[in-house]
T-cell receptor
Framework: GEDVEQSLFLSVREGDSSVINCTYT??????LYWYKQEPGAGLQLLTY?????DMKQDQRLTVLLNKKDKHLSLRIADTQTGDSAIYFC????????????FGTGTKLQVIP | NAGVTQTPKFQVLKTGQSMTLQCAQD?????MYWYRQDPGMGLRLIYY???????DKGEVPNGYNVSRLNKREFSLRLESAAPSQTSVYFC???????????FGPGTRLLVL
């Protein structure tokens, strides 16, 4: 089955860039996702990338996709204290119906 | 437009008690999901429903049952709660080509 791996914790200083990494298993995935979970809340889609793209930029967010190595990364430029959250990488699961497999999540701590 | 709502927000149960977690979405989505979130394990799919009247097991279905009452509502039942079911439970729905999942705020369950 699918297995999405992430490191559990990342600490950065306010104003620095954050890079959160993820490895996934299914090379046929059409979309790959990044979700954000703020304390005490549900997950919310942050951004996604289509599998035929290498990079997607959206304001302070840059997503890089390396299909050969099955590696996905999320870069947050000029990290702010409001970016403190858990970030989940996700890929579609087998069996359809828009199921996804989530990684373990990376907790981002931003130090003022 | 409330999105995905869940009740209750918090619940404490004794081992062996039963309860039903309620979920409703007002986005006219066909697919709905129940996840549990445990520290260091990300989100794990308990059950999902591709459309009204259909339900299927996910990764961790043991000890749970579900009902897709209509297109809007998808409930999760614990017939005989166990301490291992202490967790945060999230309901989600999805639709569209990208398959974005929309999450409720979660139910925090403690089983003593």
């Amino acid at each position: 089955g699918e297995d999405v791996e992430q490191s559990l914790f990342l600490s950065v200083r306010e104003g620095d860039s954050s890079v959160i990494n993820c490895t996934y298993t299914d090379s046929s995935s059409t979309y790959l996702y990044w979700y954000k979970q703020e304390p005490g809340a549900g997950l919310q889609l942050l951004t996604y990338i289509f599998s035929n793209m290498d990079m997607k930029q959206d304001q302070r967010l840059t997503v890089l996709l390396n299909k050969k190595d099955k590696h996905l990364s999320l870069r947050i430029a000029d990290t702010q204290t409001g970016d403190s959250a858990i970030y989940f990488c996700a890929e579609p699961s087998s069996g359809g119906y828009q199921k996804v497999t989530f990684g373990t999540g990376t907790k981002l701590q931003v130090i003022p | 437009n409330a999105g995905v709502t869940q009740t209750p927000k918090f619940q404490v149960l004794k081992t062996g008690q039963s309860m039903t977690l309620q979920c409703a979405q007002d986005m006219n989505h066909n697919s709905m999901y129940w996840y549990r979130q445990d520290p260091g394990m990300g989100l794990r799919l308990i059950y999902y429903s591709a459309s009204e009247g259909t339900t299927d097991k996910g990764e961790v279905p043991n000890g749970y049952n579900v009902s897709r009452l209509n297109k809007r509502e998808f409930s999760l039942r614990l017939e005989s709660a166990a301490p291992s079911q202490t967790s945060v439970y999230f309901c989600a729905s999805s639709e569209g080509e990208v398959g974005t999942q929309y999450f409720g705020p979660g139910t925090r369950l403690l089983v003593l």
